[in-house]
């Protein structure tokens, strides 16, 4: 990942990527994490947008699809952005059917017998980024990769985007943004410690820390 340190540096500074040992964040399933990701901050800020964008059309290039493909809503700007610097067709991935008209759960065009990269903003266990990847594939497509700005980098992520036959790869990940941010001197040592104890084992981090688990939402 050529780019992970300069993206990892983006995220932090334009705050799409926060970090809070003190007072840990609180997810939908309840688990407490002492990191939040919300890319959408970056579609703001014009510099911080182009480095992104750049760095995702580099990888598309690679792979040279067919077609560009967006999970909604978070990666549907990223994909229209790739999708004119590179030249080719773009569809987006509801995350359900419409339940009217045509009921399409991909807009835009028909990807059948295409060959077709994802893009994604955040990739956590996979479940969701997984669906929009099977998605494609039962509409006909051959999925070449899944390209994310970010990744929590739990283990289990890679293993599933394996079985599916489809390659994964990250502009940034979980690692080089804390070490960007202890390099910043936003961590200590000892958070550094905590925040990697977290990569480990998000379940039970918070418990083990002082900061019960909440219901799911």
Same mark, same amino acid.
């Given at each position: 990942m050529k780019h992970a340190r300069n993206i990892a540096e983006i995220l932090l500074e334009k705050q799409a990527v926060t970090l809070n040992l003190d007072e840990p964040y609180t997810y939908a399933s309840g688990i407490r994490s002492p990191i939040y990701c919300d890319n959408r901050r970056l579609m703001f800020f014009p510099d911080a947008r182009k480095t992104v964008c750049a760095a995702f059309c580099e990888e598309v290039a690679a792979f040279n699809p067919d077609v560009i493909a967006g999970t909604a809503t978070s990666a549907v700007p990223?994909?229209?952005?790739?999708?004119? =610097?590179?030249?080719?067709?773009?569809?987006?991935?509801?995350? %359900?059917?419409? !339940?009217? !008209?045509? *009921?399409? +759960?991909?807009? /835009? /065009?028909?990807? *059948? /017998?295409? %060959? #077709? #990269? $994802?893009?994604?903003? +955040? #990739?956590? %266990? !996979? /479940?969701?980024? +997984?669906?929009? $990847?099977?998605? =494609?594939?039962?509409? !006909?497509?051959? $999925? +070449?990769a899944m390209i994310a700005i970010f990744t929590y980098e739990f283990a289990d992520a890679p293993q599933k985007f394996a079985e599916a036959g489809c390659e994964i790869r990250f502009l940034t990940n979980f690692s080089a943004l804390i070490q960007a941010a202890a390099a910043r001197g936003a961590l200590s040592p000892e958070q550094l410690a905590m925040a990697q104890a977290w990569n480990r084992d998000p379940q039970n981090w918070g418990p083990q820390h002082g900061f019960p688990n909440a219901a799911s939402a």
């Open positions: 990223w994909a229209a952005w790739a999708a004119s =610097c590179t030249d080719k067709p773009m569809v987006y991935i509801r995350k %359900t059917a419409k !339940g009217y !008209g045509k *009921q399409k +759960l991909i807009e /835009g /065009g028909d990807i *059948q /017998g295409k %060959t #077709v #990269v $994802v893009l994604e903003d +955040l #990739v956590s %266990t !996979g /479940g969701s980024s +997984l669906n929009a $990847v099977r998605a =494609c594939q039962e509409a !006909g497509g051959a $999925v +070449l």
